[in-house]
């Protein structure tokens, strides 16, 4: 089993930055990948980014060049550096892990105002 605990959602305006970070715990030798999904009210949770375990990112293309995906392996942390946020990345977020099983967090709430 992994826990995963998401946090740094809020509401910013547009244009403005956040850091969400994912605190793991359990089995986190397991972990093969983590990342990022968001869900926009009234629409199906959509991909974001993600980390392989040897450290190469992937980033859907309406984000690419806006955000950032990291992973501190010492205090098993992922992290989304948001960055040039729209209306549109309004969302919960939530952090994803497969060990191999899939494992998901409770998510985290962005607001992006116009």
């Known amino acids: 089993q992994v826990q995963l605990v998401e946090s740094g959602g809020g509401l910013v305006q547009a244009g403005g930055s956040l850091e969400l970070s994912c605190l793991a715990s359990?089995?986190?030798?397991?972990?093969?990948?983590m990342g990022w999904y968001r869900q926009a009210p009234g629409k199906e949770r959509e991909f974001v980014a993600q980390?392989?375990?040897?450290?190469?990112?992937m980033y859907a293309n309406s984000v690419l060049g806006r955000f950032s995906i990291s992973r501190d392996n010492d205090k098993n942390i992922l992290y989304l550096q948001l960055n040039n946020l729209k209306p549109e990345d309004t969302g919960v977020y939530y952090c994803?892990?497969?060990?191999?099983?899939?494992?998901w967090g409770r998510g985290t709430q962005v607001t992006v105002s116009s």
């Open positions: 359990g089995r986190i030798v397991d972990i093969l990948s």
């Open positions: 980390i392989l375990h040897g450290g190469v990112p």
């Open positions: 994803n892990a497969r060990a191999p099983n899939e494992f």
